[in-house]
């Protein structure tokens, strides 16, 4: 049971801050951002009102492999529709902006320890600058959801800590797709080893996709996406689980989320 705050006037698709209540109607402090279907905007690669169903069975993902990276997110009737919604994170108390310390432009011959590069380009005076990401085991685990989530829009604003550091990361309804789309700002571990529980986390996933619907969570992923985009999943987190390195960055297509953050 949840009332709508307000709506998120930056993001493409409709995205309202809503406040739960309990159910003799009091507020209970836990806020949430609700994403109704109908407010979908449609998208040429994504069939349409499936944006919300992959937002959920991006969190069942991170559930059932053990990540704890997806703050929770479930489907519900709201004001507008059925929709997703998800746990609101309180960056505002940190005091920064979602993105920042995980992602940073640092000048070319700047780039501290602890920062892996991603992109090199120039600013405005024609300065060779560097965007880089941290370092940080926390960020690699997150890389390797991705990669398992095939995400094709993680932006540095789609990344933040709260206030005890715990890292989470948001906006998962471009993913699950059958076909590769892997668009993302942390290629700085491309080529690179995984993370040994991270290997764990994947190994953990195989066996519970593998096992069928016995796991509740993997028979409510099979609800929310196609056969197609589930053994797709299974797919790559096989392929992951062969190689134990991370990806390289593909040469047949853009790499990037537009904006980078």
Do not use: C
């Amino acid at each position: 049971m949840f009332e709508v705050e307000g709506v998120l006037t930056d993001a493409s698709n409709l995205t309202a801050r809503v406040i739960f209540r309990s159910p003799d109607g009091h507020p209970t402090g836990t806020r949430g951002l609700y994403k109704p279907i109908r407010g979908e905007a449609p998208l040429r690669d994504f069939p349409a009102g499936t944006l919300g169903r992959r937002e959920v069975a991006a969190y069942l993902v991170s559930v059932v492999g053990g990540w704890d990276l997806i703050p929770h997110t479930f489907m519900s009737e709201g004001p507008f529709g059925r929709g997703s919604v998800q746990r609101w994170i309180d960056w505002e108390a940190t005091g920064r902006q979602p993105g920042d310390g995980l992602l940073e432009v640092f000048r070319a011959t700047e780039v501290p320890a602890g920062w892996l590069p991603v992109v090199h380009g120039e600013d405005t005076d024609g300065q060779p600058v560097v965007v880089a990401h941290q370092d940080a085991p926390d960020l690699a685990s997150m890389a390797v959801l991705d990669v398992v989530l095939n995400n094709a829009d993680r932006k540095g604003a789609h990344l933040v800590r709260d206030a005890d550091g715990h890292l989470w990361g948001f906006d998962h309804g471009l993913t699950l797709h059958a076909d590769e789309k892997l668009r993302t700002i942390l290629w700085g571990w491309a080529g690179a080893s995984l993370p040994d529980a991270d290997v764990e986390r994947l190994q953990h996933l195989r066996e519970a996709l593998g096992g069928g619907h016995a796991n509740q969570s993997v028979a409510t992923i099979s609800e929310l996406i196609s056969p197609e985009e589930l053994d797709a999943l299974k797919y790559r987190v096989e392929s992951l689980l062969t190689t134990l390195v991370f990806p390289e960055l593909p040469v047949d297509r853009y790499p990037l989320p537009s904006p980078l953050w």
